[in-house]
């Protein structure tokens, strides 16, 4: 034990040789080595690049999934409010495209969440005033006050 060295040697290092010559331009390595930037700034500006990338794609899903749920709602609305076209209705909800009736599952599931989410929130409060009313001060006995 500790007869190793815990770290690798240099002698472990693997040096690739290419058949063929490389060279750079003395521009670039000028530019390279007077760049501030590292892996790790690198890193952070590509992962804030995604990140605002994705952002921006459900911002655009989001109004898709709205516009759809508004044109839905109106059909259905229309739908309603026409006497005559209550034969229709049917037809008119099998028209209804897959994407519209997603929208219309995930405002459902939306208004779900929401509701547990209101349900978990009063479970909390309940939670709280029970604590609130267990931190009764009760008296020491006379015993306990003198030892």
């Known amino acids: 034990m500790g007869a190793g060295q815990s770290k690798a040697d240099e002698s472990t290092k693997h040096v690739f040789a290419s058949d063929t010559p490389i060279q750079f331009s003395q521009e670039l390595i000028d530019s390279l080595q007077a760049s501030s930037e590292t892996n790790s700034t690198r890193a952070k500006s590509l992962e804030l690049h995604i990140a ?5 794609e459900l911002e655009k899903l989001k109004s898709q999934e709205s516009e759809a749920f508004e044109s839905i709602r109106k059909k259905i609305a ?6 005559s076209s209550k034969s229709q209705t049917g037809s008119s909800l099998l028209s209804v495209s897959p994407s519209e009736i997603l929208s219309l599952e995930s405002s459902e599931e939306k208004a779900r969440k929401s509701q547990t989410t209101q349900k978990v929130q009063q479970e909390i409060e309940k939670l709280r005033q029970t604590l609130g009313q267990r931190k009764v001060v ?3 006995p006379k015993e306990v006050e003198t030892a």
Do not use: H, T
């Open 138 to 140: 009760k008296e020491l």
């Open 52 to 56: 605002q990338r994705v952002a921006a």
């Open 78 to 83: 229309s739908g309603e409010d026409d006497e």
